[in-house]
């Protein structure tokens, strides 16, 4: 343990604000890629139901186009 | 195909590019006006200063050189996509890769020698030493192919795509990175008259490099372009 | 080797092959993650030059070293995509690209924040910095073709040559401002590259790049995955893994 007490931690010696800062700002670079990639993913869900409700609603008029004539 | 063919449609499609191009001034003619208005700008931002004016010379001449070989790099392929040219032109027997060739060397002609003659001109604007003024035309002249060559690649590459113009210079200007460090380099060395054929020698060998590679990827990028 | 490999030309094979090493990289990499980062941030002793904010270097250096990394990976994808036109390799392209530029902003940042105590501003020219900047345009240029065009294999395909086109100007770029540097400033303090680094410090230090290595790899994996529903978006398999169940009545329809 290179530091005597959480304060010290803190601190880093003086260079607290820019060691912080330097890995809050990659973390929150990180955690934005995965949450895009992971709200890409719900779109791609949401997407696939959208294209079956209206292959669905294809089919659907198709077989009513069959039945009426 | 022989070679002696190859030969005939390389000097046709060259020809034909002189003859568009003649046919087309104000394309010709608008990229060599921006250059010298932008060089007229940097005395009227920075100061007329000689001094700093001659310091900074090596760099704003080869930057707005830069600039300007983007301005008309959208037409290079575009105008033959949409006419179908481009396509007649991947039918040839003849390689791909060495019509591009030509028409690089086309764009060079037409683009990269006004400039080069317009450079002394621009090196009076910008007070910069006359005993750099060769140094200046001899680093236009190993150069301008480069920026012909590589544009060429980037031009082939945005033909087809939606929004040309600002995904052209974003895809390219990295690209030229090297090549305006060296050139910057060899003409302030001749400034401060230290000896610089090592660096020509290195912008000579960067525009042999592109001058081989480029005509593959051009080639590459035009069939993506043309499906 | 081939017939071991081709198989995961077909995206579904790849697909769940992805989804099987997906949990282990993602477990890893924040396991090792939180080691490296708690251990170089806590554990490793203080630079006896740059007292603690050289501590900043075990996320500059792994972020640095993978974003170089990631543009080799896609250029290579690049390169089997243009000559075995496989389409997952295309894919693969516009997976990476992303990830790249978020370790090169990672990288650019932290050198930044690291530069302000060390030399006094937060932007200084240094060499590696630079090419570091340069390699972000390069991202960007390769992400911006990809998505510029209404067909997406032109614009996959025109992303994967100006990647080839990249990694070939890269050690130019780099050599050409490593010497302009050189050129304009002397010697400046040489970042981060001292020749002997101590073990304690060393250790996390290579932990952490294994760390960043998993993390890339991590994210690669998931944004590939998400590219290969998104384009076999029609196919069954895709529908099945999104939870949609292909209806019978539309796929007799089909046979019809």
């Known amino acids: ?69 | 195909m022989n070679t002696r063919n190859s030969w005939q449609v390389m000097s046709t499609v060259f020809k034909r590019e002189l003859t568009v191009a003649v046919r087309r001034k104000s394309d010709l003619i608008n990229p060599l006006l921006f250059l010298l208005m932008v060089v007229t700008l940097f005395p009227l931002g920075v100061g007329p200063g000689p001094d700093v004016l001659a310091r900074i010379a090596p760099g704003i001449i080869w930057i707005t050189a830069l600039l300007s070989s983007l301005l008309g790099l959208e037409r290079l392929f575009r105008d033959d996509l949409q006419d179908g040219t481009l396509e007649q032109l991947c039918l040839s027997p003849c390689p791909l890769s060495l019509i591009m060739l030509s028409k690089i060397a086309a764009h060079w002609l037409l683009t990269g020698l006004p400039l080069i003659m317009l450079s002394p001109l621009l090196a009076m604007l910008l007070n910069l030493p006359t005993s750099a003024w060769l140094t200046l035309m001899l680093s236009l002249l190993l150069g301008t192919p480069l920026l012909s060559a590589i544009g060429a690649i980037g031009a082939a590459l945005t033909a087809g795509a939606q929004r040309g113009g600002a995904l052209l210079s974003l895809i390219l200007i990295p690209l030229f990175i090297p090549l305006l460090i060296f050139a910057t380099a060899a003409v302030e060395a001749a400034v401060v008259g230290m000896p610089n054929q090592g660096l020509l020698a290195i912008l000579a060998a960067l525009t042999v490099l592109s001058l081989t590679c480029s005509p593959l990827a051009v080639a590459a990028a035009v069939k993506v372009s043309v499906n | 080797m081939w017939r071991w490999l081709h198989p995961y030309a077909k995206a579904e094979a790849s697909y769940r092959l992805l989804s099987r090493l997906l949990p282990w990289f993602a477990c890893s990499a924040v396991v090792t993650l939180l080691i490296s980062l708690v251990w170089g941030l806590a554990f490793a002793p203080a630079d006896y030059q740059q007292g603690d904010s050289y501590r900043i270097i075990y996320i500059h250096v792994p972020a640095a070293i993978w974003s170089m990394g990631a543009y080799f990976g896609m250029a290579i994808m690049a390169l089997i995509a243009l000559v075995w036109q496989i389409r997952t390799a295309s894919w693969a392209i516009a997976a990476i690209a992303p990830v790249g530029a978020a370790m090169t902003a990672i990288a650019l940042l932290t050198g930044a924040i690291w530069g302000k105590p060390m030399w006094g501003t937060w932007w200084e020219w240094d060499a590696r910095l630079t090419s570091e900047l340069i390699l972000f345009f390069l991202y960007v240029g390769v992400l911006a073709l990809y998505f510029a065009f209404d067909d997406q294999k032109a614009g996959a395909k025109a992303a994967a040559i100006l990647a080839i086109v990249g990694v070939i100007n890269l050690p130019i770029i780099h050599f050409s401002v490593e010497w302009w540097n050189t050129l304009h400033q002397g010697a400046t303090i040489t970042k981060f590259g001292r020749p002997s680094i101590a073990n304690d410090m060393l250790w996390p230090l290579l932990l952490s790049i294994l760390a960043f290595a998993l993390v890339t790899a991590t994210l690669i994996i998931m944004r590939l995955r998400n590219e290969m529903l998104f384009n076999e978006i029609h196919r069954p398999w895709a529908q099945a893994e999104l939870g949609v169940n292909p209806p019978v009545a539309v796929s007799q329809q089909e046979t019809r």
């Open chain 1, 1 to 69: 343990m290179a530091f005597s007490d959480w304060q010290a931690f803190i601190h880093m010696g003086g260079y607290g604000l820019y060691v912080w800062s330097a890995f809050a700002l990659s973390f929150l670079i990180l955690a934005l890629l995965t949450c895009y990639t992971l709200w890409t993913q719900r779109r791609l869900k949401r997407l696939a139901t959208q294209l079956q409700q209206r292959q669905q609603r294809l089919a659907k008029r198709r077989q009513q186009e069959v039945n009426t004539p």
